[in-house]
């Protein structure tokens, strides 16, 4: 009979839990909670480890025990969110609007580094001919701002310090209206540095005047835009998991690294446009669109395990030993009168190639 009363124990703890938990998602999704309250609810997870401890100790022996427990917990919680203004208990690091901005002085060139964290991000060319740099940032944490030199200005805008040791990040829940808006100067040539980071992020560099440019893509999508030039300048991509929308202006005269990673890369080449282009193929898919007024060779250099697809009305003209047409050198119709050109070395991986 004892045996019996025991194998029917149930808990009511663990459901008590989840019906807690629900209330206060409740609570924060109808906006009952104010925000700063919210934020403090990751803070207090210990609390969590301690009312189990409780109830692995003394809640297994009864179900009304271990169900006082967990209601304990739900309105403890609770209480807390509530009280916490008045106990002093508000979290820092609420969210701020910082602005910064260096003039263009007597700058001949520019090197500027631009590590945009987790927040959403717009950079684009500034109108005001007076100066560098202008950016607005919606943060809840500090961020450095730094120029030195004066012929050559060196600008550097990056976090203040290091939260990576954050598990839980509450504050790129809460804060989805954040917004990072910096403007650059298109009145002098400059090496950019970007670090896109976990956030989503669209370059509108078409106006720049850029003699080298690197991308360091995250865990966000990317829209980046290349301006045409006078003169060839470098572009290195190093792609996430984020995916890259790569769109060059007509005239372009660019020389690439692109390192495609495991987000999607879709790159637009625009008319009478020099391309020279290095790829290293991920897991990622990669397709380019190139013009019909330019020549196009590509050179595929080993077999990766992801699919490779040309156009029709290219020639292999090289198979490079190889008789399975997966590595070769193909050429466009007219490749070699053609007045512009785009060399494609492609280095596969797993994932899919192909060529518009």
């Known amino acids: 009979m004892e045996e019996n009363n025991k194998s029917s124990y149930r808990s009511i703890f663990w459901p008590v839990l989840l019906i807690g938990v629900g209330i206060i998602w409740l609570l ?26 409780l109830y692995i100790l003394i809640g297994r022996r009864s179900p009304i025990i271990g169900g006082l427990i967990g209601i304990s917990f739900i309105f403890l919680v609770i209480a807390l969110l509530f009280l916490a203004p008045m106990l ?70 990056e976090p203040a310090g290091d939260y990576s040791f954050f598990v839980f990040d509450w504050d790129s829940l809460l804060m989805r209206d954040a917004s990072w808006e910096i403007g650059l100067s298109p009145d002098v040539p400059m090496d950019l540095f970007v ?20 991308v360091d893509g995250g865990s966000g999508s990317t829209t980046l835009t290349l301006p045409a030039s006078a003169s060839s300048y470098t572009a290195n991509i190093d792609g996430g998991s984020g995916s890259f929308d790569i769109e060059i202006e007509d005239d372009a ?13 879709n790159i637009v080449i ?21 013009p019909k007024n330019v020549g196009v060779r590509v050179v595929i250099r080993d077999s990766g395990s992801g699919s490779v697809h040309m156009p029709g009305n290219y020639t292999l003209v090289d198979d490079l030993g190889d008789d399975d047409k997966d590595i070769g050198i193909w050429e466009s119709e007219g490749y070699n009168d053609a007045l512009h050109r785009v060399e494609i070395t492609f280095d596969p991986g797993s994932g899919s190639f192909r060529l518009r």
Not at 113 to 122: E, N, S, V
Not at 256 to 264: E, M
């Open 253 to 265: 005269k660019i020389d690439f690294a692109i390192d495609v990673g495991s987000g999607s890369f």
């Open 195 to 214: 670090d896109v980071g976990s956030g989503s992020a669209i370059l509108d560099l078409m106006d720049l005047d850029l003699s080298n440019l690197e």
């Open 28 to 53: 924060g999704s109808l906006n009952l909670l104010p925000v700063p309250s919210l934020r403090l609810l990751l803070r207090l997870w210990p609390l969590a480890l301690v009312f189990i401890g």
């Open 270 to 290: 625009g008319n009478s446009s020099n391309i020279e282009a290095q790829i290293d193929g991920g897991s990622g898919s990669l397709t380019i669109n190139v």
């Open 88 to 157: 002093g208990l508000e979290p820092e690091g609420e969210l701020k609007t910082l602005q910064f901005s260096e003039p263009l002085g007597g700058a001949t060139s520019a090197d500027i580094t631009l590590d945009l964290d987790r927040y959403p991000t717009t950079i684009d060319s500034l109108s005001n001919p007076e100066m560098l740099i202008e950016a607005e940032l919606d943060t809840a944490t500090d961020v450095s701002f730094s120029t030195r030199g004066n012929q050559e200005k060196i600008v550097r805008v």
